[in-house]
């Protein structure tokens, strides 16, 4: 495990003694006091109790009016934390933005934690407390939890998931369904630094300057859009597989043509070079706060000055755009030389862990 | 791993050309066209898709009217086939009953597998097969799900998580919040199986019968005691940590005494042996298809009809009441020979990996 020295995830201090109580044990998933301690303090102690007067194994959610939209991932990034970021961190970014995709304003997430017997409190301390942190600064609650232990080796130090709720104020449906030809594709900046991150970790490697991953919600920049009335058709966010490979699922599941040009995405030239080192194509590399709009032509320009406005370092775009029909659905990108390419679903294993 | 010759888990052959993947490799977790591959011809091939037309990230519920209850858990059991279920029934009956424990109707589902890299895909096959069965029995939908992938080694074949949305359809606030003295307490059924089933496979016992986990939705039974308008004021299922724990969160929760008669818990003759063979206390000893109930006295012996109507063979009982008020919250049990002793909780581990 690496450990990053970031002050403001200690806030407060471990709230679990942690010369009696070092490192996690079987005992703290056991049932008994050690896992009701763990929960009360460690827990609860962070994230509050949305029932405090009915503690009970499930939330209880007040009345929402609006159709659901409900998601979970886990999370087993290795290392637990990494330039930008760490697994808590992810692991309320990557739900949230699920809950985003759809069109929904996140508002409740579950945790289930399940450590490995020997993880140091601390390293737990730390994710939690990024956790709730993220969580406040994507405007959603964790509200209910679970926890287990695993013995020694038959684990990774931690995993987590998350599933979410969220509520669809609008009437519009934002799904592959509603992809048409002739619809806008924007990006909302630019793409490979959550992979590189990681990779630059685990080998070890140097940059002249830290490549930071660009996990990070991104359910305020869609709240914006469709408060400004956007014609969305689709969302998806570009993780496993990045861009490349959420393209291709598009004109998989749309059965259209979709073409776009790399002079209009934006990678950075230090992300550049070190997949050029890596031999990765940035195309592929994994994003934690990245996505893709299909957008109605009619509203992209709109829809990019609201990205920009958003965040004006991040070099959002128009990359291309649905052109027609297509039976399978393809993916063809125009290089910077102007030669046309199809750009393929990944059929290996790229970067195993990356999320 | 230890396997189970069940063949109704084989009612549907492998989607997965077992020849050509018959293990779990990363490239199943790394958002390319194997795990697309898995997760159409496995996942949606055995739980279908709720929003086909909009395959999403996050699953679109449809709208619900009643307060939402909201729970997770996470199932690292370990084997992940045992007498009478296996990873993936339990991992729906579990999240299922902490549902109906807040009183609510379970609904909707969400999975997350973290697969170790080798698992064999059958068994990965069988595990989903299992959890669309008893998805389907508890009257609830898995869907939506994810799967990451960890390097062999680091993690122990496959960890479930589930989530669940229910609906909860009454004004009644199931909580300990609601428990008073003079309430009685109900169970529905004899302790100790479920433990003790995982314990003799992993252990290499045998009985003269063999022992099955009494995992099982509850969820069903709760609502007969909803529906004929019992007067329940709280629930919770006697997992990790078993009855004893249980009575001691709610007495510690409620700052009430509880008083319960051992004579009146029911524990099967083949499971006191094995329990006296390995040291363990029944009442201890984790369930997976077992409630309390704290009842209204005056609804109590209505309840326990229900009960028993519900599951002629279960053996269950009205084990006790809620005395008065006492702060710390103290469980006493009458022991059979008419003793007194306070039954403490747990403060170690006892069983680790039992869900």
């Known amino acids: 495990m690496?450990?990053?020295?970031?002050?403001?995830?200690?806030?407060?201090?471990?709230?679990?003694?942690?010369?009696?109580?070092?490192?996690?044990?079987?005992?703290?998933?056991?049932?008994?006091?050690?896992?009701?301690?763990?929960?009360?303090?460690?827990?609860?102690?962070?994230?509050?109790?949305?029932?405090?007067e009915s503690r009970h194994d499930?939330?209880?959610?007040?009345?929402?009016?609006?159709?659901?939209?409900?998601?979970?991932?886990?999370?087993?990034?290795?290392?637990?934390?990494?330039?930008?970021?760490?697994?808590?961190?992810?692991?309320?970014?990557?739900?949230?933005?699920?809950?985003?995709?759809?069109?929904?304003?996140?508002?409740?997430?579950?945790?289930?934690?399940?450590?490995?017997?020997?993880?140091?409190?601390?390293?737990?301390?730390?994710?939690?407390?990024?956790?709730?942190?993220?969580?406040?600064?994507?405007?959603?609650?964790?509200?209910?939890?679970?926890?287990?232990?695993?013995?020694?080796?038959?684990?990774?130090?931690?995993?987590?998931?998350?599933?979410?709720?969220?509520?669809?104020?609008?009437?519009?449906?934002?799904?592959p369904v509603s992809v048409k030809p002739g619809d806008a594709i924007l990006i909302n900046g630019d793409l490979g630094r959550h992979g590189i991150a990681i990779m630059a970790v685990r080998e070890g490697l140097e940059f002249e300057t830290t490549i930071e991953s660009d996990s990070a919600s991104v359910s305020g920049t869609v709240q914006k859009l469709i408060d400004a009335g956007i014609e969305i058709h689709c969302l998806r966010d570009l993780t496993r597989g990045g861009l490349a490979s959420t393209l291709n699922e598009i004109a998989d599941a749309t059965r259209t043509e979709i073409c776009v040009k790399e002079l209009a995405i934006a990678v950075r030239e230090d992300v550049r070079g070190a997949c050029e080192m890596l031999g990765f194509d940035p195309l592929y590399v994994a994003?934690?706060?990245?996505?893709?709009?299909?957008?109605?032509?009619?509203?992209?320009?709109?829809?990019?000055?609201?990205?920009?406005?958003?965040?004006?370092?991040?070099?959002?775009?128009?990359?291309?755009?649905?052109?027609?029909p297509s039976d399978p659905g393809l993916v063809t990108l125009t290089s910077r030389i102007g030669a046309n390419r199809v750009l393929d679903m990944l059929s290996g294993e790229q970067l195993p862990r990356i999320c």
Chains 1, 2 share one sequence.
């Open 58 to 175: 499930a939330a209880l959610l007040p009345r929402l009016t609006g159709r659901l939209a409900f998601t979970t991932d886990s999370y087993v990034v290795h290392p637990l934390f990494f330039p930008g970021g760490d697994i808590g961190s992810m692991a309320v970014h990557g739900t949230v933005n699920d809950l985003a995709m759809a069109g929904a304003r996140p508002l409740y997430l579950s945790t289930g934690f399940i450590l490995e017997e020997g993880l140091p409190m601390e390293t737990l301390w730390r994710v939690v407390q990024s956790m709730q942190s993220a969580a406040a600064e994507a405007g959603v609650r964790i509200v209910t939890g679970d926890t287990k232990v695993v013995d020694r080796g038959k684990g990774d130090g931690l995993f987590i998931n998350t599933a979410g709720v969220g509520v669809i104020e609008h009437d519009r449906i934002i799904a």
């Open 287 to 324: 994003n934690e706060g990245r996505f893709a709009a299909f957008i109605a032509a009619s509203d992209a320009a709109r829809a990019l000055e609201i990205l920009r406005a958003d965040s004006p370092d991040s070099q959002a775009s128009i990359i291309g755009s649905v052109v027609g």
């Open 2 to 52: 690496t450990f990053k020295d970031d002050s403001k995830l200690f806030a407060a201090a471990c709230p679990i003694p942690l010369d009696q109580y070092p490192h996690v044990t079987l005992a703290h998933g056991g049932g008994g006091r050690l896992m009701h301690q763990l929960i009360e303090k460690c827990f609860i102690g962070a994230f509050g109790a949305l029932n405090p």
